[in-house]
């Protein structure tokens, strides 16, 4: 079926039938995807510093209130 992966709808060139979905929806899955792989990033970056920083704040919770 010549439809788009993403929306269902007919797909009219044969690029957008090569790649499985239209030229809209394929730009919108690469934002998406992006915005996946960035979020990942950040995550990684937040659970680093989480770990971190959680190791400090913890002693230094510890100091102040002991
Ligand atoms: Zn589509």
């Known amino acids: 079926m010549d439809v788009c992966a993403r929306c269902n709808r007919k797909l009219r060139s044969q690029k957008s039938i090569g790649e499985g979905m239209g030229p ?4 919108k899955a690469k934002k998406e995807a992006d915005d996946e792989e960035f979020r990942k990033i950040q995550i990684t970056i937040f659970d680093v510093e989480l770990t971190d920083g959680g190791v400090l704040d913890a002693g230094s919770m510890r100091t102040c209130t002991g």
């Open 24 to 27: 809209v929806c394929k730009r």
